[in-house]
């Protein structure tokens, strides 16, 4: 479903993504693994085409999007949610909700304010609260959920676990799970090793800006080299 073909990616002169390939099969939660700076944002700023890749392809459903404008990526069926949360601080909850919300598409489900207030029960509690008033894992939350109003087929989240409190984390696993169970194609970057090993079927394993291992976490774990030279654990 998702292809990146021996992606080099720059920022200016600073050569950050080198020959990265990488897939994503319909239906699979696959976590982006690796150090700070490792190159894992990059990864998923080149699939968006915030970054254009200076040369390889990015395939989605088919089509060869890469150097494509980031909004016609988006139309297509991929959602992006950055590390930095892209919610409106002064919108209630509904509100953001109301402003991520796209026509449906014919290859994927078709979200509502209550499957969204379903799948992420925290939030059905704080409906009516801005924005900034929420936690950080509800901002999270909220973030997924807004991105999940355009009706995307495919997600990208950039550290979904990042600066949340525990018992947040697991719910926002099991939020993942549950989507992954109804279809949904998930891309995440993770420093979490227990986070993405409680939601993701594969492992892709980056270093100075290139795949070192891709695989089954079992094989992950039957390769300790592997995770002491290029994850920190
Ligand atoms: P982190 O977990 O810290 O976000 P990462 O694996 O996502 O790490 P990237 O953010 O993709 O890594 O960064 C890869 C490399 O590119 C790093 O060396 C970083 O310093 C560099 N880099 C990232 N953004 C920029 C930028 N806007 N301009 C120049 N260099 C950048």
Redesign the pocket.
């Known amino acids: 479903m998702l292809e990146l073909a021996q992606i080099n990616s720059f920022?200016?002169k600073?050569h950050?993504?080198r020959a990265l390939s990488l897939q994503v099969s319909r239906g699979q939660v696959v976590a982006l693994l690796?150090?700070?700076?490792?190159?894992?944002?990059?990864?998923?700023?080149s699939i968006m085409q915030l970054v254009v890749p200076r040369s390889g392809r990015v395939r989605f459903n088919g089509a060869d999007i890469t150097g494509w404008p980031a909004h016609r990526v988006a139309r297509a069926g991929l959602g992006y949610v950055p590390?930095e949360r892209r919610i409106f601080t002064d919108l209630t909850v509904l509100e953001n909700l109301e402003v991520g919300r796209q026509k449906p598409r014919q290859d994927a489900a078709i979200w509502s304010r209550d499957a969204l207030f379903e799948l992420f029960p925290n939030l059905a509690e704080r409906r009516h609260n801005r924005g900034r008033d929420l936690s950080g894992g509800e901002q999270q939350m909220l973030s997924i959920a807004r991105t999940l109003m355009g009706n995307p087929s495919c997600v990208l989240l950039?550290?979904p676990s990042e600066g949340i409190a525990p018992v947040i984390i697991e719910d926002m696993a099991r939020a993942i799970v549950q989507l992954r169970d109804q279809g949904l194609t998930v891309l995440l970057?993770e420093?979490n090793l227990h986070f993405a090993r409680a939601v993701a079927s594969r492992a892709v394993v980056?270093d100075r800006?290139t795949t070192r291992f891709s695989g089954s976490f079992a094989d992950l774990d039957a390769s300790p080299e592997i995770r002491d030279a290029w994850l920190s654990v």
């Open positions: 920022y200016g600073a950050v993504l690796g150090r700070n700076g490792a190159g894992k944002t990059t990864t998923l700023k590390e950039d550290e970057s420093q980056l800006g």
